[in-house]
């Protein structure tokens, strides 16, 4: 069953691939990708990557689509007519995949027991989480204790993103906005979202609480948490409008929230260091090492939530910001 | 807390630190100073690192306490030591003359993110280079990556977005191409640590997922050095960036990549079949076309920076050519060139940098009589010049010696190397000496010679022209006495081609 259900996934994913290409409104891509995103996230979920499918929704289908619209809202949203190169960039790709397909002849069957990369470092991971971490999710395990220096660099890709696209958008990063508008923005004029809007943030900042701090104990954690909450803050300035929602959380604070996040993690695994440890080696923070890891990743895990929900709601408002003031200067 | 011990993990974690503490922190001017004293901190640990290599260490860092495979491992060789070196030299001198210029070229506010993001490429470059793990390269490569796009898009003409955003597709295609051969070596091995790989490749009897992630690692990493043909991000890029970032770019940016090239080429695909003589016959022919075009397109270029750019795809041509010679001398080679091109190319965009104080027009015709108000900066760009050419007394007379030596241990087919190595050099002679033949040009203005003397502003002794003076005195440093550079570079080659460890 499992598997007519994988397939029928895929065959709708590469549908909507050449639909996105062959689409010329932008518009309609975006959307597409958001589906695409969601097809994805369920194919994570079937080859049983809870963890993945959690992520690849929320950053995904989620926070990217509505980037993807807040900078579309900046630009046009007919693709200009440009046909050159295809033919190139058809036969390229096609050799692309080609190549990988040739790959796969020769690669492991799905799921098979014997494949390397359930012999080698896995079953270490699997035999020791529960006696070194003290709670059973191995994804969180490897994560943020045995490769916790990639999710240290992750997060820092985060906030390179993050100043990046302030850098390059110019948005002041001082405390409120440079002028007032009086005209009413978001969707205060339609009830219907409104209303059901209003009841669903803190539902879902609840949610995006639990899913922080379950990690442990379920799919979820750090970056997922981040990018569902902050999904919550978007949400509520598409329903109340950009000031509102910048009266709420105010842009030093969103970019305070990155640098902080960041920071946190960082510093733990600097204090790590100064307690005699390697950098990240939690165990020396506390006399018995499971507790000292524990608590060495609940605190790395709010700091990239934090510096994650941070950077997506700088992201989100650099664009709206933008795009405000553009409709200003045509008005 | 012992500081010898944690000396690999500084490295990288000084730099990527300070980045968000300053844009925390911004008190105007303060960014630059904060930046450049990390820079400067960056660079007395990679001395540090180097001097432990030399006495005949190799440092080991198990990030988190966990042991390899299990966790991350940082590890630095003499491979790794002299590529620290050139990076956070490169910072370090970019950084300190940095300051006139990036005021000129960046608005105030927006000067802490700047500077953060420039951090964030040290941290990346460095990382890339001491971990020892194949996934955490990718993850340090998207830091530098992201972070250079940034450091680009500073550059003030508008031309510049266009060009920072075809090097993040490339860029990124490149990095996507890497994380996929990158995935297959996992599938088949399962395990992410180099030294693990490299042993547990020679096992395998499917090859051709192997095979094929050697071709996805090999083009990605090809895309990210600018190795021809997949050199066209780098001219637009180095052109309208600012001037300082160039400086920092051009000499440490591409050489990363080929690093890591190596790395992979060398340590994990080396053990398996023909792959070395595959992988010659496929580089050497790219790296001597690279050599060739990129030198002949260099010689028609009007403009002073894009000309220097594509002086740097023929550079990498050479690294590479080296490289693919699979000589314990041929490799020797290339590494040195990595290290001497670096002090040569900074000290070329340093006089450029300082060029552009004065010029706001950078093609090579309005630069004219221009050594009249620049005397030092004009004499800098000379020596620089000559070090490029490859003129005996300056550092790239060693490495491209040392090349030709390696070439002519080959044999039969060596004379058509060294020749192209010749031609290319008079090339260079070529477009060299028309910049300096305009430098130099007498001014042919109808005013009285004494009036035009008077009108001319003397040149400003500045942080940049000092850095600059003190990158040419380098060159020649090593021109004269080649012995640290080629230390580690010999080092090097025994540890790629595994003679001893």
Known sequence: ?331 | MDFAQHLPALQVIVPLLAAPLIVLLQPRGFAWAATTATAFFSFAVSIAIAVRILAGDILRYEMGGWFAPIGIELRVDAFSAIVLLIISGAAAISLIAARNSINQQIEDHRQPLFFAAWLLAIAGLVGMVVTADAFNIFVFMEISSLAGYILIAGGPDRRTLPAVFKYLIIGTIGATFYLIGVGMIYMMTGTLNLEDMAQRVVGIEDQRPILVAAAFVFIGLALKAALFPLHVWLPNAYTHAPHMVTVFLAACGTKVAVYVLLRFQFSIFQSFGEHLLQFALFLMPLALLGIIVASLVAMFEGHLKRMLAFSSVAQIGYILMGASLMSDSGITASTLHMFNHALTKGALFLAVAKFATQYADLRIDSLKSAARSMPLTSFAFVIAGLSLIGVPGTAGFISKWQLIMAIMETGNMGFIMVAIVVISSLIAVGYIWRVIETLYAIPTDDLPDDAADVSVKPEKIDMLLIALIFTVAMNIYFGLVPGLPLTLAELSSKILLKVEF
């Open chain 1, 1 to 331: 069953m499992t598997i007519v259900f994988a397939i029928f996934l895929l065959t709708m994913l590469v549908i909507t691939a050449v639909a996105i290409v062959q689409s010329s409104n932008l518009f309609v891509s975006v959307m597409l990708t958001s589906i695409f995103s969601l097809l994805m996230s369920t194919n994570f979920f079937v080859l049983d990557a809870a963890d993945v499918a959690l992520t690849e929704a929320a950053v995904g289908a989620g926070i990217t689509t509505v980037i993807f619209l807040s900078a579309l809202a900046l630009t046009a949203t007919q693709e200009k007519p440009n046909r050159s190169g295809r033919g190139i960039a058809l036969i390229v790709v096609g050799l692309t995949a080609s190549l990988i397909i040739y790959a796969t002849f020769d690669k492991p069957r799905l799921g098979d027991p014997d494949a390397p990369v359930h012999q080698h470092v896995a079953p270490y991971y699997l035999d020791n989480t529960m006696e070194q971490m003290g709670f059973p999710n191995v994804v969180t395990a490897v994560l943020s204790s045995y490769r916790g220096y990639d999710t240290l660099g992750e997060v820092f890709v985060v906030f390179a993103a993050c100043i990046g696209v302030l850098f390059i958008l110019d948005a002041r990063t001082g405390t409120g906005p440079k002028y007032v508008t009086r005209k009413m923005t978001g969707l205060r004029h339609h009830l219907i979202p409104q209303v059901v809007g209003r009841i669903l943030v803190p539902f879902i900042v609840l949610f995006g609480l639990y899913v922080q701090f379950h990690g442990e104990y379920g799919p979820g954690g750090g970056f997922q948490a981040g990018a569902i909450i902050a999904t919550a803050f978007i949400l509520y300035s598409l329903l109340e409008g950009e000031q509102a929602a910048l009266r709420a959380v105010p842009r030093s604070a969103q970019l305070g929230l990155v640098i902080c996040g960041a920071l946190m993690f960082g510093m733990v695994g600097v204090l790590c260091m100064i307690m005699g440890g390697e950098f990240l080696d939690y165990s020396v923070l506390m006399e018995n090492p499971v507790t000292a890891r524990q608590i060495g990743i609940i605190v790395i895990e709010a700091g990239v939530g934090m510096a994650v929900c941070g950077a997506m709601l700088s992201i989100f408002h650099a664009f709206a910001a933008r795009s405000a003031e553009d409709t200003d200067e045509a008005v």
